[in-house]
Every structure is written in C-alpha cells, then in structure tokens.
C-alpha cells in the first residue's frame, strides 16, 4: 500500500482497550495485513500515588479509558485520506470497539500537532510517569517522616516534578516553611 500513514482513533467499551489492542493484532498477523495497520497502541501512563501512610506505589493507568489509536495505511482521495475496505472492515468488526471517533463514525485521522502532543509517534513517550497524592494546596497535613514528623501544617505548593511539598507549620510561635517529600505527608 502507500507509504502514506495516519493515527485514527477508536472508541472501545470501557476496560477492553487491551482487549481490543491484542484482538486486532492477531487479525493484522493472521491475514498478513501488516502492510495495512501498522501500529495499535493503547497509551499509558506510571502513576506514583502516595497514600494515607506515606507509601508510595507506581500504578498504570490508561490515558485515554476507552480509547484505542490504530496507526494505518492510506490513499489521499479528494483531498481526504482514506483507509482501505479491508483495514476499516477488521478494526470495525474486532470485539469491543464500538467505531471510531470521527462524525456519524466516519474514520477521521489525527492531524500531525495531534499526534505530536500526544506523544505517540515518540517511542521513548509511550509510557509517561506522573505523580499522584490524596492532597492539595491549602489542605491541612499531618508531617509522617524526618525531623519535622508529628507537626501540623498546611500545604503551600506542590512540586509532582520534583516530588516535594511546601508546608507551612507553625513553630515556636511563628510561621515557618518546610520542603519535605510528597511520601513525607499525609492528610491529616
């Protein structure tokens, strides 16, 4: 087929994405259509939550629930870019995906900014890692570790880059600012 490809989006019932990613690669493999769809990803992301009790646990999540993106092969037709009969007839078809994101389910193709912000051409991108906690700017905490643990304050800013929280705790009377870890506090 064309040297020309296209990332398109398909809807799938919520908790199938993998489902769906796995079922349409099998179809690419057994009807040798690897020339046709190339890529199939569902995008994730690491997730570091912190709980209640300072522990910290990495989580995948999907970016996108109920999202697949299937890159494919197509021909520019009237200015539009088309995918063959037989690409739209298995992704359509495959168990799970309800159609793809477009209007009236017409497969309408990402533009290229799309596909740079999203990440998905970038193989390095393709599972990011953000950073999780149970609490926000100005809620009251409890310090659960270091020299400061025991103390009250109030969250001040959160660094999820960095993976510190400014506190404002008052001591002997006054106020005073501690750069502790986001493990470090809880809610309180």
Same mark, same amino acid.
């Given at each position: @087929? +064309?040297?020309?490809?296209?990332?398109?989006?398909?809807?799938?019932?919520? /908790?199938?994405?993998?489902?769906?990613?796995?079922?349409?690669?099998?179809?690419? *493999?057994?009807?040798? @259509?690897?020339?046709?769809?190339?890529?199939?990803?569902?995008?994730?992301? $690491?997730?570091?939550?912190?709980?209640?009790?300072?522990?910290?646990?990495?989580?995948?999540?999907?970016? !996108?629930?109920?999202?697949?993106?299937?890159?494919? +092969?197509? #021909?520019?037709?009237?200015?539009?870019?088309? @995918?063959?009969? *037989?690409?739209?007839?298995?992704?359509?078809?495959?168990?799970?995906?309800?159609?793809?994101?477009?209007?009236?389910?017409?497969?309408?193709?990402?533009?290229?900014?799309?596909?740079?912000?999203?990440?998905?051409? *970038?193989? #390095? +991108?393709?599972?990011?890692?953000?950073?999780?906690?149970?609490?926000?700017? /100005?809620? !009251?905490?409890?310090?659960?570790?270091?020299?400061?643990?025991?103390?009250?304050?109030?969250?001040?800013?959160?660094?999820?880059?960095?993976?510190?929280?400014?506190?404002?705790?008052? @001591? !002997?009377?006054?106020?005073?600012?501690?750069? $502790?870890? $986001?493990?470090?506090?809880? $809610?309180?």
């Amino acid at each position: @087929m +064309a040297g020309i490809t296209k990332w398109y989006v398909v809807h799938t019932y919520s /908790g199938y994405e993998n489902k769906v990613q796995d079922n349409i690669k099998k179809v690419v *493999d057994n009807r040798n @259509m690897n020339d046709q769809i190339l890529d199939v990803r569902v995008p994730t992301e $690491l997730v570091v939550e912190v709980k209640d009790n300072g522990e910290t646990k990495e989580v995948e999540r999907k970016v !996108f629930p109920g999202y697949v993106l299937v890159k494919v +092969a197509v #021909e520019a037709e009237d200015n539009e870019y088309v @995918m063959s009969d *037989d690409a739209w007839y298995v992704i359509r078809n495959t168990r799970g995906v309800t159609g793809f994101v477009g209007p009236e389910s017409k497969p309408v193709p990402l533009t290229d900014q799309e596909v740079a912000n999203l990440g998905v051409e *970038d193989e #390095e +991108a393709e599972v990011a890692t953000t950073v999780e906690v149970n609490y926000k700017v /100005g809620d !009251f905490v409890r310090i659960t570790g270091g020299n400061l643990a025991d103390y009250s304050g109030v969250v001040q800013e959160i660094n999820t880059e960095t993976g510190r929280v400014k506190v404002t705790i008052s @001591m !002997f009377g006054r106020e005073t600012s501690a750069d $502790l870890a $986001l493990n470090q506090v809880e $809610l309180a």
